[in-house]
């Protein structure tokens, strides 16, 4: 008996089963496994990669967006706004002077405080897209929690800004599990990643314009997903040059959209030079 106990012990360890009991739990058990976004940053234009993080598949799989066409000199965008700071109106400004399309993913706080930001995004044809209402871990929360959490954003914007179809999330603090992924798919989000970001959350410890426009520059690849958060005034009075830069190097901006009805795309495939 104890050796049979080992054995069973020693598989699930290697291989990730669970040799007796229920397989339908075990899949459910595997379905709410909660991943932390994070990947190997891009070096010298190179590709940046989730091969090691243990999440590729199922990304893939719900059909989330990491990458665009890394074909293409393209890249996308986009804010994380969960409060405002004071920076939105000149990032915004920033994006209408150089004729660059964003992507804002925003709160059930930002969405309160700050309906009149919210209705200049739509109107100067920025996207605006789910952060939560509350930015909790949706891996701890049920799916209806899910829904509602969604939903509230989602009701409360459109009847600020008159449009109803939020389509794109980004899952708060890059915390899903394939649970979260199914049961926002099947709300009609496609769950939006990155795979170019650096530290800039931290409003204590901001390092400067320069600072922020060489993490940024130093990353850009083709396809990039670029996460910027719109509390930094080092992302604030970076925007400009850093735009200006990709520009230079032959990036064009697209909108999300570009990737909503590209199905054909694989952003996984080797970069064609």
């Not at 074909?71 to 939105?88: A, I, P, Q, V």
């Not at 996207?127 to 871990?137: A, K």
């Not at 992924?181 to 320069?210: C, I, P």
């Not at 040059?241 to 999300?256: P, T, V, W």
Request: charged share 25%; glycine share 8%; aromatic share 10%.
């Amino acid at each position: 008996m104890k050796f049979a106990l080992m054995v069973a012990i020693l598989s699930s360890c290697l291989f990730g089963s669970v040799p007796w009991g229920d397989d339908g739990a075990a899949a459910n058990a595997f379905a709410d496994k909660a991943f932390h976004f994070g990947f190997k940053k891009s070096v010298g234009g190179q590709l940046p990669s989730i091969n090691e993080e243990g999440f590729k598949d199922i990304i893939e799989k719900h059909n989330a967006i990491f990458l665009g066409d890394t074909s293409r000199k393209e890249l996308f965008l986009t804010f994380d706004n969960g409060y405002e700071n004071g920076y939105t109106s000149a990032i915004l400004d920033t994006l209408k002077a150089k004729q660059v399309p964003a992507a804002f993913f925003v709160t059930g706080h930002y969405v309160k405080s700050q309906p009149e930001l919210l209705k200049r995004m739509v109107a100067e044809g920025h996207l605006v897209g789910n952060h939560s209402w509350s930015h909790p871990d949706m891996t701890t929360i049920s799916d209806g929690e899910i829904k509602q959490e969604l939903d509230r954003v989602n009701d409360e914007a459109a009847r600020i800004t008159g449009k109803s179809d939020m389509k794109y999330l980004r899952p708060p603090r890059g915390i899903f599990s394939e649970r979260t992924l199914a049961v926002t798919n099947s709300m009609g989000y496609r769950n939006v990643f990155w795979s170019l970001a650096y530290k800039d959350w931290d409003v204590n410890s901001q390092r400067g314009e320069a600072y922020a426009y060489k993490n940024v520059v130093s990353q850009l690849h083709p396809g990039a997903v670029i996460l910027l958060h719109s509390i930094s005034k080092d992302n604030a009075a970076a925007l400009g040059s850093i735009i200006d830069e990709a520009k230079r190097q032959g990036y064009e901006f697209k909108s999300l959209d570009a990737l909503q009805n590209s199905s054909d795309i694989d952003p996984f495939r080797p970069l064609v030079r």
